[in-house]
T-cell receptor
Framework: ETGVTQSPTHLIKTRGQQVTLRCSSQSGHNTVSWYQQALGQGPQFIFQYYREEENGRGNFPPRFSGLQFPNYSSELNVNALELDDSALYLC???????????FGNGTRLTVT | AQTVTQSQPEMSVQEAETVTLSCTYDTSESDYYLFWYKQPPSRQMILVIRQEAYKQQNATENRFSVNFQKAAKSFSLKISDSQLGDAAMYFCAYRNPQGGSEKLVFGKGTKLTVNP
């Protein structure tokens, strides 16, 4: 197993900018989900992709969008960044829906 | 909407002792999963233990065990023979299997300190 890897580790952006976070899932993992973890809070579900289609979304505005690629990598895109978007963003993958999740180490995003 | 509450922001335990972390949840569903995750400073969420709601037997994984009280909607984690490596944030999480979503609902976490 190669694990779930996320890049970059840290990122600083300015309010109003756009950002793309990347995740490389374990080979064969068809499901990827993204979570936002604000400081001192538990992670909150953003959305999930299964076989390149979004099939679940949390309470996040449309400026949060994603993509999943056939090579088991995925992206989280956030447009028009706001100060409250500052958080740790976690990617998690699983072989199929309802099998154990494997999390990456996250990307720490700071919006100034 | 489902909610998960962890009422202990911080807990501490002496090495080799036992500690129990509390978690309550609210749901109208009868079929669901409950989890405890550990998040060390490396930030990676690591699954500690999992419980299926339809199973009456409490889950155990080596030094980790749960006390699952379905009627009371309570799901506590007991760590026996605590080790320095157990120090981390611990999150309780809920998942509803309906709809095929991987959505986990997390509590706010409990910071566990292990004293030598």
């Amino acid at each position: 197993e190669t694990g779930v890897t996320q890049s970059p580790t840290h990122l600083i952006k300015t309010r109003g900018q756009q950002v793309t976070l990347r995740c490389s899932s374990q080979s064969g993992h068809n499901t990827v989900s993204w979570y936002q973890q604000a400081l001192g809070q538990g992670p909150q579900f953003i959305f999930q992709y299964y076989r390149e289609e979004e099939n679940g979304r949390g309470n996040f505005p449309p400026r949060f969008s994603g993509l999943q690629f056939p090579n088991y990598s995925s992206e989280l895109n956030v447009n028009a960044l706001e100060l409250d978007d500052s958080a740790l963003y976690l990617c998690a993958s699983s072989l199929e829906v309802m099998t154990p999740l494997h999390f990456g180490n996250g990307t720490r995003l700071t919006v100034t | 909407a489902q909610t998960v509450t962890q009422s202990q922001p911080e807990m501490s335990v002496q090495e080799a002792e036992t500690v129990t972390l509390s978690c309550t949840y609210d749901t109208s569903e009868s079929d669901y999963y409950l989890f405890w995750y550990k998040q060390p400073p490396s930030r990676q969420m690591i699954l500690v233990i999992r419980q299926e709601a339809y199973k009456q037997q409490n889950a155990t994984e080596n030094r980790f065990s749960v006390n699952f009280q379905k009627a009371a909607k309570s799901f506590s984690l007991k760590i026996s023979d605590s080790q320095l490596g157990d120090a981390a944030m611990y999150f309780c999480a809920y998942r509803n299997p309906q709809g095929g979503s991987e959505k986990l609902v997390f509590g706010k976490g409990t910071k566990l300190t292990v004293n030598p």
